[in-house]
Structure formats: C-alpha cells, structure tokens
C-alpha cells in the first residue's frame, strides 16, 4: 500500500487554532513558551479563557503594542505582556501553589518527545555539555490537570518525535494528555494512543510512518 | 464567559450532601460567613466533616450547625468558647468527633492541600499528645513530626469585595483561614459584601485569586454573630 | 531558719512591668491571652515594639474607645484591638509561617505548669471531661526565639506551678527561656532554674518553698 | 525605634562575606535587584552560593557577579539565556556547580525556609533525573520525592515601595521570588524604588511584611538590565 500524503498538513497557526478549539469556555490555561503561545490567538469568540504565567500573574493579556512594552510585565518566555481587567499578581510560591495544586485546567507545552504511554521529554538533551534548563515544566506536567502538546510530528531531521520510550531525559512520566502535530491530533490513552483527527490530505498510514511506535485509530 | 455569581446563598451550598467535607472561615466571627453556614442548616446535609478554628458561639452560625446535628467530625485547633455549650455538650455525650489541631498546623496543613503538597515536616506538637501516632523524624538535629495535607469538597468562606472572577480582597483579621481555605477546596463557595465590577479590585491588591474560587454570593449586610449571640437568637429563626 | 516573707510580692502589673523591661527595643513580640497582655502597657518610653496576633496581624495597637470596636478587627484573644500606622494583615498560613518560621522574637504566655527543663504546660488539664483547646500555643512554643512565661507562682490552691515534671499534658519540651512570677524571676537554663531577681520583702527561701524543684540563684 | 533604612547599597551589603548563601530576587531582569548586585560585586565576597531563578544576562547584574568569579555554586531552575554566556561558559569549565531545581519546587523550598518547614513532599520531578537520590514516598496512591527548604544567610530583593518598617509593595510579574526570598534569609536587604512615610502602604496591600525586611535602601531609578545588554555594557563599568 503506498503511503498516501497529498497535503503538508497543518501550518503553527492551524495546529494552534485545534488546540484552541480544545480549550472549554471558563478554562484556566498556561501556555508554553513558543508555539503554544500561539493559541491565545485562535479562542473562539465567546469563550472567555484566563491565562496564567508562573512568574506571577493571572489575566494575562496579549503583547502590547510596541512602545508600551513594561520589562516588568513580562510572561515565562520574558516576553512583555498585558494584563487584562480582572488581573491579579502573585509571588512564586503561590503561583506554584495553583499549577501544583491542580487548579490550573489546561496546559499547552511544546515536546522534544512524547511516548506511548505519555511521558514527555521537553527540557534537556542529555549532552554532557548542554546546560540543563528546566524552568517550571516539571511542576506544569505535574500539577496541571490536563496537558496538552503541540508541536511538529517530527524533528527537523525527520526523526519521530512520538515514539514508544523517550530517549532524552523525562519531564515527566504518563503525564500528556493529547497531541497536536501538523500532521494529527492523537490522544494518549491506557490502550495506547489513538489517532482523533488527520489533517487535511494526509493518511493514518503516513502519521504511523513518520511515528515511532504504533498508533490506533478511533475511525 | 465566567460568571460565578449566584443569587442566593441557598442556591450557592445546593449541592452540599451527606457526608461532605465543609472547611468554614474565621476565627470567632470575624470572617464566618454566617448566611452560607444557615443556608447549610437548611439544606440539612448531614454527617459533615468541618474544618473550621472553632466551633461556634451561642446557638447562631457553626454553633447551630452542630446543634443540627449536621456535623459528625470537627477538626479544629479551638472548640472552646465562652459562650456556647453546643459543642461541648455533644462532645461529652460521644456524639461529635474531634480532631484537634495546633493552629498553624491547622492552616499549614489547608494551604498544603491547596498547593499539591501531599505532606511536610512541622515542628509544632513534637513530645506533645497531640503527637501521638505520628511520624518523627530529625532533620539538622531537630525534630519534626509529618503531618498530613487537608482538603474538602467545599469551602464556605466570608469576604469583603469580589469581582464575577472570583478575585477576593478581605476586610482586616476576618482574612485569617479565608484564603488557604479557598485554595483547599473542590468548590469554593464566598459570600462577599460586595461584588464590584471586573477590574474595579487593584491587581497588586488581590488576596484570593479568581482561580480558586467558584461561587459567588452578594451579602451586603451579613448578620453579626456576636449580636444574635447577645440577643440570645438561635438559627433557624425562631 | 524561718523562711521570710514580709511581702505579698508583685502584683499582675509589675510582673507585666518587668517582661516589658526585658523585651529590647525593635522586637516582634506575640502576647499571649489574659496576664501576657498587661505587658504592653508597660513597653518603656522611647522603646518600639511591634505586636504580632496570630489571627494575622502585625502592628497591634492598643485597645479601641468604647464605640468604636470592629468585630473584624480582634486579637488572638478575640477582644477588639486597633492596628497601629504600619500595620499590615495577612493569613493564617503566613501569620504561621512567620511563628514557625522564627521570625517572632518573644512570645509572653501564660502558664499551668513549667518543668525545670523548660517544658510547658498551659493548654489542657488532660482531664476525661474538659474539652480540650490548644489555638496558637504549641505553634508558638516551637517557633518563637524566646519564649517567657509570666505566671502567678503557685496555684489558687497553692500548688506549685513550677515543677520537676509537668503532670498536665504539655505544650511544648524545653521550650521556656525565663518564667516572671509573682514572686521572682526565673532563668531555665542547662543547668537548671536560676532565680534572677527576688520581688521585694520575698526571700529565695520562700520562693524554693513554693517550688516544686530544686532551685538555683545567680547571687 | 525600628528604622531598616541604609544610606546606600555598599552600605547595605557590607556584611556579607565569603561563602554565604545568598538568594537573589528576579525572574530574567523583572525584579532583579541590580544595585545591590553590583554593590556586592564591589564589595568582592567570593566562593558565595546563590539562589536565584536565572544566572543573568549580558555582563551586568547577576551575571557580572559570575563572571567576577564570586559565586562558587548556583541553585537555579533555569540556567541558560540568550544574551549571556557568563554562566554557561564556566559551568562547561566545571568552574561553577549548578544545582538545577524545578522552578515551583525552587519557590516552594524557600517558602519553606522561611516559614519553619524543614522538609515536604512534593509531586514534581518525580521520576525524572531531577528525582535521583531523593527519597519516593506515597501518599494515597501517588508517588511524590522528598524535597528540602532552602535558607540563606541574605536575601537581595527588589520592591517597588517600602516604609522604614520594612512592609514592602511589589510591581507586576517583578513581585516572583521576592516575597518567599524576604522570608528566607537571616538578613533581607532590599532596595525600593521609593520609601514611603509609614502607613502610606494600604495594611491590606502589604505583599512582604516588615518582620521579614532587615535593610532597605532608597534606588529611585534603577538601571533597567535589558537596556544595558542591548548596549553592552558590563559591571564594573568600564
């Protein structure tokens, strides 16, 4: 059978626009530094989601014009920000207290590697002579009730990202719930992980190709 | 679109049921949120665990609550009051159970099943009875003993202002347990004497962050215990 | 030899008067309910001391005009107080942490029984019947610096309240730093209780008669 | 008569000497306290451990103090930024130690060395190379690792307001680590961009209150960090 791509998929901004689409009216989100950043942009009207930023602050508004910018208003990236009316500011260890504590309903974070069974790989290579960073990602897969992943299928050189045993150090273990890739979204199940959506052109047997390790599918 | 104001305190403890795990602000009266605690008299839910400092004064508030017999647990750090004899009487008579608490246990233990923290090491009640049957352990030469995180289903909590976020500010020492208890429980139910509009709260002012709360209720005149208790009321009104 | 008193000792506002003499300028003092609380009238001119309640607040003022009470503006106590220019309030868990954390300098509590070790015992009789109540004391106890009890040297029954062991249940071990009564001064130290100062017309014959422990003097 | 204030950073920092904990307030250049920073660097305490989120940027700041060789150990969450290569560059020399902490694990540490708690536990990290060597323990069926509190013998912390009996207002995201930093270490030296006459600061807005401040001094206008990368400048100025 050959391996049917007829489409490349989903651009950053369609793969955001899904995961905003996941994101319940009401919720209480943190967004990862980088692509998931992204998702704020593509709340359907109506919903009113409240962002929160570890380093302090919850009601975080989008960049501010330039000129505007206040280096002490700033989101985890360091990126200036805005806060919106009906904000509030906090120390680190009550910011904290809310992600580790389970009352912070979704968070979207970026992966290296995710596995079979969930485990994410997003902080650290492993080299002996990179700098190992991992700012609050151990505490967000940990506390946060429902992990989101977004990020492309596979790595620049081809490489699975999804794959069945993470190689590079843990983030954390069975802590992703779902997906998004440019090329599906696929959920992280008990019974394994299952394909939910394909994006436009591309086939269940093209996302296995490019996934190191076997996928199902709901349909 | 989060709105989670709700009309009446009735409305607010509804789902209240057998059973449930009830964490009640203040210390004394000051920050007891008295029209939730009746509107739980009314609904009647029974056998509750409530975690409160104290246990109420006169025949109003947590006190009739306990006369109600609605509560078959207390965890408190002071069930002592001058002027009720609720508590003590059923305590003498076997019918109420009670774990005492040091104070600060009492709160470190609320913030920590609010912030994730399952457990932690304390000072406080080392060699004491209120140590018996707990872990010890020596940390730089001293000892510590492990207590244990609290967390409920609900919380019942009295404060000053709030938004439709549920962003809380309180008013000067009835703040006391109100904002670990908000932290510690499922559904975090206010009652505010105002609800101001969204923004009207100054953000570096915030005490209890929207996201810990749940419900909201308007209670711009709440009773003051201490004067039904002067007045001899008891709860329900007779 | 005769044991000598020619003096009833000092009354409830001297002992109050000599713990304030002893709490330096500049320090964070916790007042305990009842006879600890007489002793910040007695703070010397010229001397600052800032009163912590547990209830969650730094900078407790003295007792509001009659009037002017505010049933949300009380001590751990539960009396009405004011709050001084410079106060502030906070929660319980960071009014504890402030307790446990050592950051308070003095605690002044009351006292059923001290040990000659420095155990205390002031929150219970450990009777079948009463209802047992411990608010603050054994948070205190462990966290304060210094903790001094100010007492009435024997009970209304004259029992010494000053003793090899505590028979009630304690508060804390080896927690008191010097014990105020009315009729002298006590150091708990290694070495054992060293009375420090005599009340006048009370000899030190007289206070070991009404001490449950051998006693020791500096003089 | 309680009065915190010193005349200048140099003065405010003239006790600390070689091998103290220092903790160190800011998340990237947001509430970073440059002054005092660079005070420290003049004053050349070396072989000091610092606790702080970052490593610093550029030349100035948290880093000119790494690179002036003063700082033998970081404890840290997040070591690495774009616009400096003073941390990584001695770390990849095995000249500085590096204790890599999870950032709410770092907050909840101090927290829990300035409010008593030796030790708790905690569900981040937990099987992950950031666990190894800790202790596993589980509490209603989850796995959590042991963690310990961090306290130091000086803080260096940033505010936006102070009055002279230390009770502290924070601006914005720049609040992150000062508050828990304040309550940690023996001596908390801060600087405010203004001192404030007492009682100026709402008691209900009081985000750090006095008890945990130790020195404070006035800097009206501190250097904004990013400015000084973009023009590379470094401390001591050159």
Redesign the interface.
């Given at each position: 059978m050959d391996i049917v791509k007829t489409n490349s998929g989903w651009d950053r901004n369609q793969m955001a626009q899904k995961v905003a689409l996941d994101i319940p009216?009401?919720s209480?989100v943190n967004l990862g530094i980088g692509l998931p950043e992204l998702v704020a942009a593509y709340v359907p009207e109506?919903?009113?989601v409240?962002y929160?930023?570890?380093?302090?602050?919850?009601?975080m508004g989008s960049a501010p014009e330039t000129g505007f910018e206040?280096?002490?208003?700033?989101?985890a990236g360091?990126k200036a920000v805005t806060?919106i009316?009906?904000?509030?500011?906090?120390?680190?260890?009550?910011?904290?207290?809310?992600?580790?504590?389970?009352?912070?309903d979704i968070c979207v974070l970026g992966a290296m590697q995710v596995s079979e069974e969930g485990d994410l790989a997003n902080w650290?290579t492993?080299e002996p002579?990179s700098?190992?960073?991992?700012?609050?990602?151990?505490?967000l897969v940990?506390?946060v009730k429902t992990i989101f992943i977004i990020t492309q299928h596979v790595t620049k050189d081809g490489e699975p990202k999804i794959v069945g045993k993470c190689t590079y150090?843990?983030?954390?273990?069975k802590v992703v719930d779902r997906i998004y890739t440019d090329l599906a979204i696929i959920d992280v199940t008990d019974a394994g992980l299952f394909v939910k959506e394909l994006a436009p052109g591309i086939t269940f047997e093209y996302v296995q190709k490019n996934t190191g390790v076997s996928l199902n599918r709901y349909f | 679109m989060i709105n989670k104001i709700f009309q009446s305190a009735a409305d607010a403890v509804e789902d209240i049921s057998d059973g449930s795990v009830v964490m009640i602000s203040g210390f004394g009266e000051a920050g007891s949120p008295i029209e939730l605690i009746h509107a739980l008299v009314d609904r009647g839910a029974k056998n509750l665990t409530v975690v409160s400092n104290n246990t109420g004064s006169g025949n109003v508030g947590l006190a009739a609550l306990i006369e109600n017999r609605q509560v078959g647990k207390m965890i408190c750090s002071f069930p002592r009051t001058a002027n009720s004899t609720v508590f003590p009487e059923l305590y003498r008579k076997g019918e109420i159970e009670l774990e005492l608490v040091p104070q600060g246990t009492l709160a470190e233990r609320i913030r920590a099943g609010g912030a994730g923290i399952p457990a932690f090491y304390t000072p406080t009640a080392v060699d004491t009875p209120l140590s018996e049957g707990k872990e010890v352990r020596i940390f730089n030469g001293i000892r510590y003993i492990l207590e244990s995180a609290i967390k409920a289903d609900f919380a019942l909590v009295k404060c000053k202002s709030a938004d439709r976020l549920g962003n809380l500010i309180y008013n000067k020492t009835a703040r006391n347990f109100g904002p670990v208890m908000c932290m510690a429980a499922k559904t975090c139910i206010v009652q505010a004497r105002e609800i101001v509009e969204q923004g009207k709260i100054d953000p570096e002012a915030v005490v209890t962050p929207g996201i810990f709360v749940t419900r909201i209720v308007e209670i711009p005149h709440p009773a003051h215990e201490s004067q039904l208790v002067l007045e001899n009321r008891r709860y329900p009104w007779i």
């Open positions: 009216d009401g209480y109506g919903r009113e409240i929160h930023t570890e380093n302090g602050l919850l009601g206040d280096p002490e208003l700033i989101n360091k806060a009316q009906g904000a509030c500011f906090f120390h680190h260890a009550d910011s904290f207290a809310m992600i580790r504590g389970g009352h912070i650290s492993g002579h700098i190992p960073a991992v700012g609050g990602a151990m505490d940990s506390g150090p843990l983030t954390g273990k | -």
